[in-house]
Nanobody
Framework: QVQLVESGGGSVQSGGSLRLSCVASGYSYSRKWLGWFRQAPGKEREGVASMYSGGGTTYYADSVKGRFTISLDNAKNTVYLQMNSLKPEDTAMYYC??????????????????WGQGTQVTVSS
């Protein structure tokens, strides 16, 4: 059974940092597309960052470029999202996702078929 489990969310003040983790069980991140998405109340789920585990370009939403970094530890089968200079508008539930084949668009939620349960990030001003 495939499980993706996120952790690392919490409450921070504006300007602070958090690192989210997503560990997979029953599933290898090798040669997969991996993504981080977020959803705020009343809003659609949006892509934040994505990467191909076999190497290559990373993709970021314009709203997080220069502040967030996606990375992978193959040995731990864990994908991370380092979030710096957090803003109140970053408040959302954050989800990790994975798919084996190339997504139509790297930051499109509908392209991913495995999802974690989410971890809440709250940024106060």
């Amino acid at each position: 059974q495939v499980q993706l489990v996120e952790s690392g969310g919490g409450s921070v003040q504006s300007g602070g940092s958090l690192r989210l983790s997503c560990v997979a069980s029953g599933y290898s991140y090798s040669r997969k597309w991996l993504g981080w998405f977020r959803q705020a109340p009343g809003k659609e789920r949006e892509g934040v960052a994505s990467m191909y585990s076999g190497g290559g370009t990373t993709y970021y939403a314009d709203s997080v470029k220069g502040r967030f970094t996606i990375s992978l530890d193959n040995a731990k089968n864990t994908v991370y999202l380092q979030m710096n200079s957090l803003k109140p508008e970053d408040t959302a539930m954050y989800y990790c996702a994975a798919v084996a084949y190339g997504p139509r668009r790297p930051l499109e939620a509908g392209s991913y078929n495995y999802w974690g349960q989410g971890t809440q990030v709250t940024v106060s001003s």
